[in-house]
């Protein structure tokens, strides 16, 4: 069986966080932020608002978008890099909030988590599972230095979901492709090193303090560059290969947000036209895991998504990871649940 797209939604925290506030702190200009980035504004979670909040919330939008009800899911994964705890993992937690009794487990490759969990809900489906739902969440923010003007302002928080259910490859809302890869020579270009085991074993001490320098993410922002683009763009042709099609077929190309110099740069890698692309990063900035589906929804609010669009989804993370993924666009009615 192949995974069919029924149910999109997606959940923003209240707080909006402008360039201006941010600038002020860091000693740049709102113009600086937005040049670099093409972001101007982004979402905070408050302290009450944990990841498993906004998966729960964006999940339920989804389900209510396919008219599912929560009985009636076989498997919920929750693609994030900022779990509640580390043990146990988000998942659970998220689908406790739904009223799920289904297996639920998190999936961790970074900013290309929703492109992994993608991968793993159509296999799930190909043996057997009639419908899985899919978020991305991230409370991105928790782990950005408030001084670091280079990452702070780039990251926010929210999250997108999805629900898939089994069909066939000809109906609208199959997903057509995937390609997925990691290289972990390249680790320590993009990292929050300083919040897991190994910096506990380093310490050599039973009960190690936490070095708040470590704890936060790190980013080698031209790598990271230069790395995004020529993986995003190898891993889009080799899903349009694998999918039997050409990158002047695509109708929307939908990456991870992250920088709106990294998505042009992949469309005219693909010889696309940037009005291909769908944005959402100039009002959310990098939400991680939750960035592709919060652009869909956004997109299919706007009346940017038709039945029958090739949409190209494609990402890159830490680790390295990267991953993309083609799908027929449903012929789905836009519904107001969802965030704005």
Known sequence: MTAVL???????????????????????????????TGIR???FADATTPTSALAAEAARAALADADTKPSEVDAFLVATYTPDHQIPATAPLAAARLGL???????????????????TAAGLIATGARRVLV???????????????????LFGDGAGAVLLRAGEPDEDGALLALDLGADGTGAASLIAPGSASRARLATGTERPQPDPSTYYMAMDGREVFLQAVAHMTASSRAALD???????????????????????????ELGADHDR?????????????ASIPLAL???????????????????????????SA????????????SAT
């Open 6 to 36: 029924i149910g999109l939604g997606s959940a923003l925290p209240e707080r909006e966080v402008g360039n201006d506030e941010l600038a002020a702190r860091l000693g740049v200009t709102p113009d600086w932020i937005e040049r670099r």
């Open 41 to 43: 504004a982004r979402r």
């Open 101 to 119: 009794a289904c297996p639920a487990f998190d999936v961790n490759a970074a900013c290309s988590g929703f492109v992994y969990a993608l991968a």
């Open 135 to 153: 978020a991305g969440a991230e409370t991105a923010s928790t782990l950005t230095d408030p001084g670091d003007r280079t990452v702070h302002p």
């Open 242 to 268: 694998r999918a039997g099609l050409k990158p002047a077929e695509v109708d929307r190309i939908c990456g991870h947000q992250a920088n709106i110099r990294i998505l042009r740069a992949v469309a005219d």
């Open 277 to 289: 692309l769908l944005v959402d990063l100039d009002r959310t900035g990098n939400t991680g895991a």
């Open 297 to 323: 929804d956004r997109a299919r609010r706007e009346g940017r998504l038709e039945g029958g669009h090739t949409v190209l989804l494609t990402a890159f993370g830490g680790g390295f990871t990267w991953g």
């Open 326 to 337: 083609l799908l027929r666009w449903p012929g789905t009615a836009q519904h107001p649940r």
